[in-house]
Every structure is written in structure tokens, then in C-alpha cells.
């Protein structure tokens, strides 16, 4: 526990070093693409102090100098398979972002979807010291939470506190300085394979890049397309990847629920592929062209083009129509859907005071979708993209690049973390007198 | 037809496109990098002696050309508000032979060995158009003869050496002096010689005695004895005394002013005989 306390504030140190240098890379590796932005963080930003006008939860304080985009390889289902080649794919994206922006970037903050993220709710119970709660109290009552066994091939990604509760009142943002004698916390965790983490660590270091910060994109999908009403009331964001569906919910502005589902665009790829016996290359350009959910009469009519590069003329000549794409295609993201609403179900989703769901991620550009949709996950749904920031080129602004543009809010404004708060100084202490008996025991 | 090759960099183009984004790298580049190639490449050349030497021959011959070239050169030397035989010594002592380049002459140096001749108080040393050394000298103006065993030397009013005299009769205008550092009082002795104008005709000269104080010596052997500190009130005294009693007509040796407080009359010995030969009681009856 103390190491990854100790890797987090590492981290942790690491970013306040590159926003300090004022340079910072965000790298979104994901199933189908890997997408780089280069931030530039200055204190003059440009903009007038008007009534009105605040701190724009620290959006104001950057800009965006450089994106790139490249299309991921040795990746799947959000986790990297090939090492190698996701090194290779990794330094394309940040050595062109590099060029975009004219600026070396040593530091990255990096977010991945695979991984298997699974959501914990951990809560402490403390007896105040004194009158008043301090920062002494707030970290023994989040190290008092008892951490459940998740496995010894799993590591932490977030454990952040979500609300305190002094005596009877709860839903306390910030318990310092309030007069109370029993604090409580509930704490939401994160765990991912360490496997996972490590291969992109390990790829991260062979790019000669220090590690910043780590997110899991499902989080940061929310962070950037869920707008702030949403993250109060209470809403969920389903990110549509390539290999991977996100999943979090968000109320009161923190994340109490994350997951992932190993499904994504690349399944709707294949199953075309397979379908109409096609290249993957083949099946993506008609999903992305061609595709949708949703069958219309006109769509029997409307004949397209298969094409292909195998040599047969008979076979590269075939035509299908729309109505027989979407029929491949409507299955399996109904699959997809329902696995989502599953999930939902079960994380109790249904008793959140607002039950708004966005759909974003490139996924969610399928035609038809929001038809679709509404009869699987219920009413209230829109279809996400990620905020605006400051000099994101146009080309980066879809709803492929939510957690890339997430990332950025991560880096600016970052949510506590259990690691952000001291550690308890008893724990501290018991930690130096082992130091201290083990040092006799060494050198007497 | 599409390339078939990698899009990705490798790790070594990767580092290196890092490297040259370096802002430190880039200025190296930039600046140190050329600075660093030119002085390798003039440290090589510099490396062989024979090259250095050549180099150093053909920049000293380029010099010499410039310098030598007419309007550069010096063809005469002019020496202007002077007698002519301090001129002739000054155009010895410098021995400059012309033509020569103004390049070659160090006008400092000219100005400081022409005011080491004895009669020159100060000089002003130019290079005029045309060619023309100008050297504009103050002389020193004798002021005072001063006598010592080697023979006569004019001194100007500060003490300075103006030029040896061979004979006293040359100078009769300029007052004598004589004794041991009677040049480091000259300022005082022509205070004594000014203030004793009503005696003139009648001194001889100054005598410094023991360096520190003076005698007027005046003709008939007589000596007026000055004290050493306020001569000039001693001196006043004794010419009032010689305007209201005629006191130096008088047989007298010498007047003894040293203590300016207990004066002494110092008589001949003609004059203390016939004091002695006085007939009191003559006197006496002559009155009775």
C-alpha cells in the first residue's frame, strides 16, 4: 500500500514538474487509434478578468500546441499485445504531435480503457482529534477505510474520496475546519490488471517519456463529455471505443463508477468482415461510410460497393445493400447496448436522482444510434462530444477524442486523490521506529 | 500504390528529432556549433609556426606601408620661442633624423626628454600639417647667480639650474648667492634682495649659512646676520634702523640679528680703538 502511495505522489510530483516546465504530453492509448495532444500551460492566458469569467475549471490555463493522431497497433481490447509495436505506434503520435507543437515533451500523462477496471466503494469511520476536523483527521479517515482483497495481479488506478460525513450530516465536500466529533469517508477505487499497466509503463519509458499521471479513460471520457450539471446530478457516460465500451458514472461531480466492457467498434468490424467475407480495412471503411443502425425502405434500394484487393473480379465486384449492412451491424451493437445497461443495473444507476446517459466515443457516431439507443438504456440520452478547449485543432474535436480531451482536464485540474492527502503521521512513525530497531539489528 | 513502410520512427530517429526539439541543442547549433568549427579551423592553420611567421611578416609590411606613406611622414622639426642655444641643445638631445614616419615618433616621450634640460620649464610637442615637428618650449628666466666651489650657476626664481656662467661680470644685472642649499631658498633670498632695495648698491650678495638661515653681505666687509625663522621683519628692522640712524655707514662688522629680540652691534677694531681712546673726562670737562 505504501509503494503505490509512494509511485502515486512520484506522479504526482512529476506533473506539478512539467506543468511548473509548462509542457505536458496526454496520450490516449487506445484499441484503434492513439491519439497525442501536447498542452502548454501558462499563467497569462489571454483572457479578459470580467465579472463572470472564473477559472473555467483551469481550462483557461492552457492550450492545446500540438495533436496527433495515429492508427494503434499491438493493442487489443484496450491492452497492449505486441509491446513493440505499440512502442512504434506510441512514438509516431508523440513525435508528430511533437513536430505540430515545435516543443520537446518529456512528461505524459496517459490513460488506457483495458485493463479490466473494477469499481470499489470503501468507506472509514474515524473519531475526530480535537474540536475541529483537520488535514490529520481527513487522512487517517481515508487510511482507515478498509481496502477489500482485489487480487495481487491488480494495482490501484484512482481511490478518491467522495464525500465525508461528520456526524449526522453527509455529502461534506471538504469536512477542514468543521467542528464535529465522528468522520466518516467513502472513498471509490479503482483497480486495473498491473500486467496491463506495466506493458504501458514499460512502452512509455522505452519512448524516453516520464510518467505524469495514469487515468482510466472511462473517467476521463466522463470528465469531458458530461457537462457539469450532468456531473452534479447524477448521469452516466458510455464511451463507444474501438476494442473496449467505458463506463462511468458521476454524481456530485466525482466518478463513483467505473467499468469497462470488452466490446467495442472492432467487433462491429469484424462481424462485417466475417459477414461479408471482406479485409478488416474493407469492413471499416464500409462501417464508417456506410453503416448505421437503423434500416429504412430506402435503405433496401440503396446498393453499395464492397470492393476489395483480392484479384477475383467476381469477388471484388459484389454490391450489398445498406439494409443488409445495418442487419450486421444493429446485433451487435444492441449486444453491446444491452451489456452497457446490464452494468448499469447492476452498479444501481436507477437511483441516481438524474438518470442522463451520453453516448460519446467514435462508436457513438454510428447513424441511428440515437434511436437505438433510447430503447435499450431508457430515455434520457444524448449523444456526447468532448468540451471545447483552448487551440484543439478542429480535426481532434469528435467524439473519438472525449478521454484525449478528458486528459487534459485531468492534467489541469486534477481530482483528489487518497494520495494527495498526508499519510497519517502514527503511521509514519511506526514506519520510522521499524527503520530505527531494524538499523540496530543491522549494525549492533 | 502505398508505401509499404513503417510510419513509425525509428528509436534512434525518434531520440534524435527529440534532441534537435532541445532549446539548449537547438542554440548550441545555432551558435556555439560555427563559433566552435572557425576556431578549430584557425587553430589548425595557427598549429604550423611557418605559417604563423608569414602571416605576422606580411601584416608587419602592410603597417609599414601605410605608415610610410607621405602624409604620414615627418620632414623637419621646429622649435619656436626659444633662444638659439637652448634650440641647438634640444635639436642635439634629440638627435631625430628626418624623414620619419609620425607613426615612429612618440611625442610623449620627445616632450618629457626636452623638459629634462635645465633650461626648459615646460614644452608642448605637436606634429603641425605639412610634415612639421612643433615643439613650443618655455624657457626657464635666470633669476639669481649662485656661487659654489665649482663655479657660478644661474638659477630661475624656484631654484631651478637655468645654465652655468662663466663670469660673474656676464650677469651683473642678477643678484649673488652663495652657500650650501642656497638654491632650495631662492624664493626667500629674493624676498630678502626685494625688501632691501634702499641698500642695494651697497650688497654684495646673500650668503646661506649652516642651510638654514641668510647673511647679506655687504660691501666694506660688512655683514647684516639674519635670523632663521622671519627674516624679512629682521631685515625690515635693520633697514629702519639704517634710515633713521644711519646705521650702516657706521664702522660697523656686522649686525647681529639672529635673536631678533637681543640685536648685536659687532664694531671694527678700528672703531672699538677709538672708542677706547675716548676721553671720558674730556668729554666731561668739555660739558662742564
Known amino acids: 500500500m505504501t509503494d503505490l502511495y509512494e509511485s502515486q505522489r512520484a506522479m504526482r510530483a512529476m506533473r506539478r514538474a512539467a506543468i511548473h516546465r509548462g509542457v505536458i504530453a496526454l496520450l490516449d492509448v487506445g484499441t484503434s487509434k492513439i491519439a497525442c495532444l501536447i498542452l502548454r500551460f501558462d499563467s497569462d492566458t489571454g483572457l479578459p478578468e470580467a465579472e463572470g469569467i472564473g477559472a473555467m475549471a483551469g481550462q483557461s490555463r492552457f492550450r492545446v500546441i500540438g495533436a496527433a493522431t495515429t492508427r494503434s497497433r499491438g493493442v487489443e481490447l484496450g491492452e497492449s499485445c505486441a509491446i513493440q509495436e505499440t512502442e512504434r505506434a506510441i512514438r509516431t503520435a508523440v513525435q508528430a504531435a511533437q513536430k505540430m507543437a515545435n516543443v520537446r515533451v518529456d512528461h505524459v500523462i496517459a490513460c488506457l480503457s483495458g485493463g479490466q477496471p473494477r469499481s470499489y466503494g470503501l468507506a472509514g469511520t474515524v473519531l475526530v482529534q480535537g474540536d475541529v476536523v483537520n488535514e490529520q483527521d481527513v487522512a487517517r479517515a481515508l487510511a482507515s477505510c478498509d481496502v477489500p482483497d482485489y487480487g495481487g495481479d491488480r494495482d490501484i488506478l484512482h481511490a478518491q474520496p467522495v464525500n465525508f460525513a461528520l456526524d449526522h450530516r453527509s455529502g461534506l465536500l471538504d469536512p477542514r475546519g468543521q467542528i464535529g466529533q465522528r468522520l466518516a469517508c467513502d472513498m471509490h477505487m479503482l483497480t486495473v490488471d498491473t500486467s496491463v499497466l506495466q506493458n504501458l509503463i514499460y512502452c512509455l519509458k522505452r519512448c524516453d517519456l516520464e510518467l505524469a499521471g495514469l487515468a482510466s479513460s472511462a473517467y476521463m471520457s466522463g470528465m469531458s463529455a458530461l457537462v457539469e450539471d450532468e456531473q452534479e446530478l447524477g448521469s452516466a457516460c458510455i464511451d463507444l471505443g474501438g476494442g473496449t465500451t467505458g463506463l462511468s458514472i458521476f454524481i456530485k461531480k466525482h466518478m463513483i463508477y467505473a467499468d469497462s466492457i470488452r466490446l467495442g467498434g472492432e467487433h462491429i468490424t469484424q462481424d462485417i468482415s466475417k459477414g461479408l467475407q471482406v479485409s478488416a480495412s474493407v469492413a471499416e471503411r464500409m462501417k464508417t461510410l456506410h453503416g448505421g443502425v437503423v434500416a429504412t425502405g430506402m435503405d433496401d434500394r440503396e446498393l453499395i460497393e464492397i470492393g476489395g484487393e483480392t484479384g477475383d473480379w467476381e469477388h471484388d465486384r459484389r454490391t450489398v445493400s445498406r439494409a443488409e449492412l445495418i442487419g450486421i451491424m444493429r446485433p451487435r451493437v444492441e449486444e453491446i447496448l444491452e451489456e452497457v445497461r446490464e452494468r448499469l443495473d447492476a452498479a444501481g444507476f436507477e437511483h441516481l436522482p438524474s438518470q442522463q446517459i451520453v453516448l460519446t466515443g467514435g462508436g457513438s457516431q454510428i447513424p441511428g444510434l440515437d434511436r437505438l439507443a433510447p430503447k435499450i438504456l431508457g430515455q434520457s440520452i444524448r449523444i456526447g462530444r468532448p468540451l471545447r478547449v483552448q487551440g484543439l485543432p478542429q480535426a481532434v474535436t469528435g467524439s473519438a477524442f472525449a478521454s484525449a480531451v478528458g486528459l487534459s482536464l485531468f492534467a489541469s485540474h486534477p481530482q483528489d486523490e487518497w494520495w494527495d492527502f498526508e499519510m497519517p503521521t502514527d503511521r509514519n512513525a511506526h514506519r520510522s521506529f521499524k527503520k530505527a530497531v531494524r538499523w540496530f539489528r543491522d549494525n549492533w | ?288
Open chain 2, 1 to 288: 500504390m502505398r508505401s509499404l513502410r513503417d510510419p513509425a520512427p525509428s528509436r534512434l530517429a525518434y531520440r534524435l528529432n527529440r534532441l534537435m526539439l532541445t532549446p539548449r541543442f537547438r542554440t548550441f547549433l545555432r551558435y556555439g556549433l560555427p563559433v566552435l568549427i572557425v576556431a578549430s579551423i584557425g587553430a589548425f592553420w595557427a598549429s604550423d609556426a611557418d605559417r604563423r611567421q608569414d602571416a605576422a611578416d606580411r601584416i608587419a609590411e602592410v603597417r609599414r606601408q601605410i605608415q610610410e606613406r607621405p602624409e604620414f611622414m615627418v620632414h623637419m622639426m621646429a622649435v619656436e620661442d626659444v633662444s638659439d642655444t637652448v634650440a641647438a641643445d634640444i635639436r642635439s638631445l634629440l638627435a631625430l633624423d628626418f624623414p620619419q614616419s609620425s607613426f615612429d615618433l612618440d611625442l610623449d616621450a620627445i616632450r618629457s626628454e626636452v623638459e629634462t634640460l635645465d633650461a626648459v620649464a615646460s614644452a608642448t610637442v605637436q606634429i603641425r600639417g605639412g610634415g612639421v615637428l612643433s615643439i613650443a618650449v618655455t624657457e626657464r628666466v635666470p633669476a639669481i647667480i649662485w656661487r659654489t666651489s665649482e663655479g657660478l650657476t644661474l638659477l630661475d626664481h624656484e631654484g631651478n639650474r637655468v645654465s652655468s656662467l662663466a663670469a660673474r661680470a656676464d650677469r651683473a644685472d642678477l643678484p649673488l648667492l652663495a652657500g650650501q642649499g642656497a638654491h632650495e631658498a631662492v624664493q626667500e633670498a629674493l624676498q630678502i634682495l626685494g625688501l632691501a632695495a634702499p641698500i642695494a648698491p651697497r650688497i654684495r650678495g646673500l650668503l646661506r649659512v649652516g642651510e638654514r638661515r641668510w647673511d647679506i653681505v655687504l660691501d666694506r666687509d660688512q655683514r647684516i646676520q639674519l635670523p632663521e625663522k622671519d627674516a624679512l621683519s629682521a631685515l625690515r628692522k635693520v633697514i629702519a634702523l639704517d634710515g633713521a640712524q644711519d646705521l650702516l655707514a657706521r664702522d660697523i662688522a656686522a649686525i647681529d640679528f639672529r635673536n631678533p629680540r637681543r640685536p648685536v652691534l659687532r664694531l671694527t677694531s678700528g672703531a672699538i680703538d677709538a672708542m677706547n681712546d675716548i676721553d671720558i673726562t674730556q668729554t666731561t670737562d668739555a660739558s662742564r
